[in-house]
């Protein structure tokens, strides 16, 4: 799941108000190194680079905003909530850092204040897809199905190419037993980011449900061509193949699926007994 880098800004919209953020152009090149060091993968260094733009402007909520994540990303969840907190305290209107201690209250298992900070985020920024979405995604953990649904579908109605607000609707119609609805949210996916491997192996495998063997397999392909360490796609697409009677290379799928993942040889030898036994696709 992606988290929001606030880039470097002097205004910050917020239902046409605007809140007026004064910044020191040293802590400005500060964030800017940091947000450099963090493409790299340079966490401490970006976090270094935060605090000297903190120390040079306390008040700077996007320095606040960029080091909580980039503490986040390494596993301290306390203080990214402190840095994102002191990111709200700094500019009450920055409704980014709201959604993104949403994300780490929901990482520490608070599902409550992440979605007490997510409607928050939607209340200021109420044209925003992706707000409701990640309340969907808290909703859906706390159980809530139905809730869930209706942010995901307001979701995709305010961002018609937010992929990961089909995946997410998509797994949930999925669970719901509704397969084609399912299906046609992974090929919207696909439709806006025809490189997401997991939209084509989540739909392949709806596929192989509803026994289109030859549409499944192609999903596969295409899922091993974009994520050939994914060991799962192999037994998966070695199913369908042998349900379609192609013995020898289901063969050698399974081979290469056990030399990725030995311990899972009793599973797939059970997925194999069942798929003999059901027998290939006819025509």
Sequence with gaps: MKTVFLLLFLFLFVQGAVTAQMLDPAAQGFVREGLAL???GDLDGAIAAYTKAIQRDGGFSGAYNNRGLARKAKGDLDGAIADLTKAIDAQPGNYFAYLNR????????????????????????????????????????????Q??????????????????????????????????????????????????????????????????????????????ELNPRQEFLYANRGIALLLLGRDA???????????????????????????????????
């Design 38 to 40: 963090e493409k790299k």
């Design 102 to 145: 949403g994300t780490v209250w929901q990482a520490k298992g608070n599902l409550d204040a992440a979605i007490a900070d997510y409607e928050r985020a939607i209340r200021m920024g109420p044209s925003v897809g992706s707000f409701y979405m990640h309340r969907g995604i808290a909703r859906q953990a706390k159980g809530d199905l």
């Design 147 to 224: 809730g869930a649904l209706a942010d995901y579908n307001k979701a995709l109605k305010l961002d018609s190419k937010l992929a990961l607000g089909y995946m997410k609707r998509a797994g949930l119609l999925k669970d719901k037993g509704d397969l084609d609805a399912s299906i046609a949210d992974y090929t919207s996916v696909i439709k806006n980011e025809p490189n997401y491997p997991m939209a084509y192996a989540n739909r392949g495998s709806l596929l192989l449900l509803k026994k289109d063997y030859a549409g499944a397999v192609a999903d596969f392909n295409k899922a091993i």
């Design 249 to 283: 290379e289901a063969q050698k799928d399974f081979d290469h699926y056990l030399k990725l993942a030995p311990y899972m040889k009793a599973t797939l030898e059970e997925r194999i007994r069942k798929a003999k036994a059901e027998g290939p696709a006819k025509d």
